[in-house]
Structure formats: structure tokens, C-alpha cells
């Protein structure tokens, strides 16, 4: 399996937006997906955000209307767009690829600290 690779992550103010990326040796978005999860320190890992092989979004109802997931095509780089960031959201967050195809699945990212506090 590859290794995902996350940044973007930083110290904001609530209310505050960050765009994290995640790119991954052979993720191509015609065969793969690509989720986005999130661990606050102490709790358990959190789905966040999919995007599929058809373009399809989804998003976890605590940050729905306020993040988006997106691709960059010409470098297979996703993003996810953070917007009104509230404390709650601060975590680490990490990127995984799925499947359908074969060659997608990846393992767990390092991840990037993102941290929302006044």
C-alpha cells in the first residue's frame, strides 16, 4: 500500500479557513476514491469527507455547508476546503483511497494538525 501524503493544516481563529491537500502515488479519480477523516486528541477516528469515482460528494452533517472536497485533476491532488472552522473541528486530519480499482487502496496518511482556538 501507499502512503497518502496531507498538508495544510495550521493554527486558525474560529471562523477561520484552511484548504488541506492529499496527493497519493497511483491515485487516479477515474478508478479511485479518496476520503478525508479526523481524529481530536482522545477520540476516536472520524469519517469527514468522500469523493467519488463519479464525482460524487459526501460529507459527515457536522461540516456539511462548510467544507467542500475537491480535485485538482492535473496533479491528482484533493483538497478539502475548510470554512467557518469552529473548535470542534480541531483534529488531525489524514486522507485514505479506496477502490473500486484495484491498484487505489492505500494506507492511513500522517495527516495534518489542524487546530481552531482563540
Known amino acids: 500500500q501507499v502512503q497518502p501524503v496531507e498538508s495544510g ?10 484548504r488541506l491537500s492529499c496527493t497519493a502515488p497511483g491515485f487516479t479519480s477515474d478508478t479511485c476514491g479518496m476520503s478525508w477523516y479526523r481524529q481530536a486528541a482522545g ?7 468522500r469523493l467519488g469515482t463519479d464525482g460524487t460528494t459526501y ?7 462548510r467544507f467542500t472536497i ?9 483538497y478539502l476546503q475548510m470554512n467557518s472552522l469552529k473548535p470542534e473541528d480541531t483534529a488531525r486530519y489524514s486522507c485514505k483511497t ?8 492505500s494506507s492511513w496518511g500522517q495527516g495534518t494538525q489542524v487546530t481552531v482556538t482563540s
Open 9 to 18: 493544516g495550521g493554527l486558525v481563529q474560529p471562523g477561520g479557513s484552511l
Open 70 to 78: 475537491s480535485i485538482d485533476k492535473a496533479n491528482n491532488t484533493v
Open 98 to 105: 479506496y477502490g473500486p480499482g484495484s491498484t487505489c487502496f
Open 43 to 49: 477520540k476516536q477516528r472520524e469519517w469527514v469527507s
Open 59 to 65: 460529507y459527515t452533517g457536522s461540516v456539511r455547508g
